[in-house]
């Protein structure tokens, strides 16, 4: 029986013609190991990932071997970006099992959902010292059948761990971010830039950590220049190297070796809005220009929204290839078939790219931008329920049954703010508002800062095993610190000291952890630096002349906002305090810079307002 042929997943859709009787993620495939009484094969992965393309073609679509697997498991697959909650729970899992955590993950549970064995991608038969998938199944069968009370307990244990939390760290906000920057400098390759060997990633939430906390007031000025300094070397680096496409501009998502050569070739929505926004960050408008041409001419769709990746493989001159339509020059790439793009459009990588190209728009002066950012905030608030709520992904008009998780809300929810801030449209900076206030009237009824409408994924809360939110952030910055960023900057907008305590309350049992690992969590990090510096806001009123624009734009303020009187009105008329009494004087632009609520007072021309700001405090 194929019930993956029309799953709104494309990593699903792939695997739909193979032998193996998939089952997509929920309950029936668990009631179907409960009434046979076999162990179920949780296999994780995603439409981009090389390796499990390889694995599919390799074990997947074997038919003696999935004659084999469908006679003695229950088979799951699962789009790990579609159900990131279940990707984490098992992430989770399997690392008791394997140091070398990824993607195909494969993970053996009971009948329960309960894991007991785990593994990432085996090869067909056993080669230098790993064990062939067939062995890997004949192994967990064997214990499943001969052994069934031991791992019904271990299972048990491990479930238990999982979903008990830790003894809580002390709560705080007041870490020592010289320490942490001084940690972040003494691991950074120097060579070819970046941190840490090989296998080597972006990282790019620390290095957006790194240059807000270069600019926030928490760190004395030479140390300020030192980690200025690395993030613009890291930068450099990679513009230079193999992890970008020099013809249609997007960032790879990880390089094989140190100096950032063979890269893996897929290319990820969420590194490219981040790396978008941290290029603009420090005024480098062609590899800016380059990641929004990529944006918007390889992930976009028909609806304005973005895809979530671009695979690494493609087929040229008829073969199967990874990577080598890359290496091809425009001309050449003309008579290739591109790499496939999923074209699932994810709501939360979408909010981050909605105000990466927001902020990146607005600093370097590009209104089209700002544009492109709005067209995809209307497609992904279009796909909302009739009640409002949020649905996880998107295909071609067809909703996701999997719910929407915390970075959704968290991830569009600032995305919108950062919207209408360069853009002037109040309506995107009350969406974000409401949808910030969903997650804390959802919180305060479930005894959490933050919670989502419908709580955590059914299947995994049905059997014990939904776990808390994942502050995780190596790739890119969890749910929890962008609800958290979101309400900071609401606080900054409104005055409303809730929004302030919540973003505190929610990122303080976890900013001990961030100062003791801070490539793991830069972006809690970068909102816990805004939260204790200095809460600047630069407000442009009125119809400003190009060069007062740039100088506006050359403060580099978190908060800044160019606005006409009308759209400033308008945001105090909806309830944004900030903007309560600002306006143009006599016929002129007007710049307010402001501190803590407390503003200066206003400017008029170029000149004066860039001697406000070089007059810092």
């Not at 793009?341 to 990466?356: E, F, P, Q, R, S």
């Not at 992904?380 to 809300?409: C, F, H, K, N, Q």
Request: charged letters at 20%; a negative charge; hydrophobic letters at 45%.
């Amino acid at each position: 029986m194929n019930r993956l042929a029309d799953a709104v997943s494309p990593y699903l859709r792939s695997h739909a013609d193979n032998p193996v009787d998939w089952f997509p993620w929920g309950e029936e495939a668990f009631e179907e190991a409960r009434r046979r009484d076999v162990p179920v094969l949780v296999s994780i992965g995603y439409a981009t990932c090389h390796w499990c393309h390889v694995m599919a073609r390799e074990s997947f679509s074997d038919p003696e071997l999935a004659a084999s697997l469908n006679e003695r498991f229950v088979a799951i697959k699962v789009d790990r970006e579609e159900h990131p909650d279940v990707d984490a729970t098992y992430l989770a899992a399997a690392g008791v099992f394997t140091a070398n955590l990824g993607w195909p993950l494969n993970v053996f549970t009971t009948p329960e959902g309960r894991a007991f064995f785990a593994g990432t991608y085996s090869p067909p038969v056993a080669m230098m010292g790993q064990a062939s998938f067939r062995q890997v199944l004949d192994a967990v069968e064997d214990a499943w059948s001969q052994r069934r009370d031991d791992v019904e307990k271990s299972a048990a244990d491990l479930a238990g761990l999982l979903v008990t939390p830790p003894s809580p760290p002390p709560e705080r906000t007041d870490i020592d971010f010289s320490a942490v920057v001084a940690e972040l400098l003494g691991h950074e390759d120097r060579q070819f830039g970046g941190f840490g060997g090989a296998p080597k990633f972006p990282v790019t939430p620390v290095l957006l950590f790194a240059l807000r906390a270069s600019r926030a007031g928490v760190l004395e000025p030479p140390v300020a220049e030192a980690v200025d300094a690395l993030v613009r070397r890291t930068l450099d680096a990679m513009a230079a190297s193999g992890l970008r496409d020099p013809v249609e501009g997007g960032f790879f998502r990880y390089a094989t070796r140190r100096d950032w050569t063979e890269p893996h070739y897929e290319r990820m929505l969420y590194d490219n809005a981040q790396l978008l926004r941290a290029y603009a960050e420090v005024g480098n408008e062609e590899i800016a220009a380059g990641i929004v041409a990529f944006l918007a001419n390889v992930l976009r769709r028909a609806s304005g929204a973005f895809g979530s990746a671009q695979d690494s493989e493609s087929i040229l001159d008829g073969q199967r290839n990874e990577g080598g339509y890359y290496v091809l020059d425009a001309a050449e790439r003309r008579h290739q078939h591109a790499p496939a793009v999923d074209g699932k459009v994810l709501t939360g990588w979408n909010g981050l790219a909605i105000g990466a190209l927001a902020r990146a728009g607005a600093l370097l002066g590009r209104a089209d931008w700002v544009s492109l950012a709005a067209v995809a905030a209307d497609a992904v608030l279009a796909t909302r329920r009739s009640d409002g709520t949020l649905i996880r992904a998107v295909l071609d008009d067809r909703p996701s049954a999997a719910a929407a998780t915390l970075e959704d809300y968290g991830m569009l929810a600032r995305g919108l703010l950062d919207l209408a801030l360069a853009g002037g449209e109040v309506r995107f900076a009350v969406t974000g508002r409401e949808l910030l206030d969903t997650l804390l009237a959802e919180g305060e009824s479930s005894g959490t800062v933050f919670a989502v409408p419908g709580g955590p994924d059914a299947t995994l809360a049905r059997r014990g095993l939904a776990l808390p939110s994942d502050p995780g952030e190596g790739a890119y910055p969890s749910g929890l610190s962008q609800a958290a960023s979101a309400a900071l900057l609401l606080f900054e907008l409104t005055g409303e000291e809730r929004y302030r305590r919540a973003a505190a309350d929610a990122l303080a049992p976890i900013a001990a952890l961030a100062a003791q690992r801070p490539i793991s969590l830069g972006g809690t990090l970068e909102v816990l630096a805004e939260l204790i510096g200095r809460g600047r806001a630069l407000l442009v009123v009125g119809a400003p002349e190009a060069e007062l624009a740039q100088v506006a734009r050359s403060g580099r303020l978190e908060l800044t906002a160019v606005l006409s009187d009308a759209q400033a009105a308008a945001f105090a008329e909806a309830g944004f305090a900030l903007f309560e009494g600002r306006a143009s004087r006599n016929g002129a632009a007007t710049a307010y810079l402001c501190e803590d609520f407390v503003c200066r007072l206003p400017v008029t021309g170029a000149a004066a307002l860039a001697a406000l700001l070089a007059g810092g405090d």
